[in-house]
């Protein structure tokens, strides 16, 4: 008998936990934004990134701290943001009517392994990497959802490893700011600490949020001056973040309790962007389900069944889902964020049912949606399309069982 390899019995010993366990199909996981720019738990990042070709802009708030910023997805495997940061303890120029200090940030995160059924996703990120270096950290972080739970545990450097790297004059006109790219290119070995968090997704547009926080904000530029001396004391005694976030369609918000004494907030603006995506020009490799995935799909009702065809479209690249099955159908609208061309998008998304759905579930109802309203309508028998696949049925065949139409009644 052959010894499967590591990977393989990682792989096998995970579905096995996926039966024995029954663990329900999640929606994808989300991203999230966090306080600040980037996505993530609360001050906490993750390894979650925005989708392809996705922008989102917002504000928050946590004492002495105000943050205006935004954050971009790339190619599915990057994130971009950058943010004002205004510091509320602080006068910019003491002899010049300036107002608060003002600090201008960017970051970078990389998936380096996107998720799969067993193995988390993992992402090394950079923050504040240029400059003054007032909030500069780095990271290596890993997240993995299960059911709807995401759970997230990281290592950070900087800011994130309660360091203060803001002393030495920093800030003073004239005075050289490249102290940020120092701490960036400097030994990985130095100074580190664990982080971590949980969210909970307890309703289609709700999740509760709580975070281990490492940051030691007695140290932080804001509490501090940029001599390193305290403005006021802060006592750490409980590094807990938590609070609940909302997700809609394009706006999110969240409201947060961070050490058991600061109120925050964020509220943001969340879209794909126009063009569809910057992915749209790449080949969609056949999706080849697992063992695990057909099992659940198999035993699902038809609520699971909705929540697990969505999940696994959303991980297709598609956006903004909304999936109901009945015993024998299933019923997909969508927002085309993954080709240029719609009929490869259908293609797409039958390809992916066909491949894990039961057998029970014989007809297709595909939609495109744009604006909030349904613009094409593909009515699609699942044996029809089948045949079609396995060149038993040609473009004119397959033309005569499926109904394309614009929106109509007669389909839903």
Known sequence: MKCCGLPAAVRLAGSVLVLLFGMAAPLAAAALP???SYTGLWNMPNARILPDWHLRLGYGHADPYRYYGGAMGLFDRFEVCGQFTEISTITAFADYDYGNYKDRAAGLRWVLYKEDEVLPQIAVGAFDATGTSLFAQRYIVASKQLGKWDLTLGLGQGVLAGEYLATGGSLDVGVSQDKALDFLLSSPFRRTRMFGGIEYQFAPTWTLSAEYSPIRREKLFGYRDHHGLEIY???DRWPVNMGIKYHGENLQGGLALLRGDTLAGTLEFATPLEL?????WKRTEPFEPGASLRYRAARADNDELAQLAAAQLSRQGFADLRVQCADDAIWVEFVNSR???IPRAFGHLADTLQAFLPERVATFYLNQRHNEQIVQS??????????FMEQRLDDEGLNTFADLTLYGAEHR
């Not at 569809?276 to 749209?280: D, I, P, Q, V, Y």
């Open 339 to 341: 080709h240029l061309e």
């Open 378 to 387: 593909l009515c699609l028998p699942r044996a029809s399309f089948q045949a």
């Open 34 to 36: 966090s306080l600040q």
């Open 233 to 235: 004391d802060d006592d």
């Open 276 to 280: 569809n995506s910057l992915l749209g």
